[in-house]
């Protein structure tokens, strides 16, 4: 299967990162991203669904429900192969353009 | 029971964010939104409570994963219309951050939301501008004023839905909504004519 290089949009791309170590929950998927990016991206609910939703479809993550009997939420959510290809691409891509601009940046370039 | 209010109020897929608004307003002013429609909502009185409201627009969900969601965000599910539209409250505090009010906290979700219902709009706007020029040509060559009426009442729907769906894209752009025909005028209007002419063809 090819894998689409457009870029995520940073929802997309905290709730990959979010779930790149371990299986977590919507909520933890949102306190971890609002940790992450400091205060700065927040994952509302209508988001959240739309998010995942699409991801499952697209087959970048899946559900899964928790062993843990003293969990609360039930409902996780881990990265599948493809999906953890896709952030792994996207974070390639994102280092490339910030190493790009840093040499342009440091007048090295241009 | 004396104390559930039910009222009447119409909004247009594109006035939804103008709903959100109206149910805010209620709330403050202790009429608490219990269940929300399209042609009635029911309201109970309370003044010790306030909450903000959300509507949500997707035809398409899971319906447990989707409360879940939304529950553990602290957004209380009211109930569903037929057509797709669900409603949320919240309790209001005043220290309340934007994104906590919000159910779509990015663009791009934001658009895919309402773009769901505006394709369904485009396309009746589109049925309603051929039901309009068939009508009228029709009417012209020959068919009679009963069908040329028909086809105008069409035409006016079908501007009615073009400046509701391009209010919409102005919106978006960051502009004034700029003029639109209110729905709840254009409709009970148009149908009535439609009837007349049905019962009373001339």
Redesign the interface.
Known sequence: MKIRNEPLTESYYYILLCLYNKPNHGYGIMQDTEKLSGGQVVIGSGTMYGATSSMMNKEWIREKLSQNPDDKRKRLYELTPLGKTVLEEEIKRLKRLIDGSEIVIRGGLL | MSHIVTKYDVYAAWEYDKEEQDLNAASKNGLQLIKGGCFHSKFIKNSNVRYIY?L?Y?TR??PI??R???E??G?EYINSTFNGWHY?RKPYREDM?E??A?????K???Y??QNRWMRLIFLVDILYSLMSVLYIMHGITGAGYSILVEGIVFGFLAITVALGLISMKRKRAGKEGGFVIPLQIAFPLSFLILIFIILFGF
Not at chain 2, 102 to 106: A, L, N
């Open positions: 959300q949500d997707n969900i899971d994963r989707y879940e969601i939304f553990e965000q957004w949320f951050e994104q906590e919000k159910i779509y906290t990015d791009q979700s934001l895919e939301m």
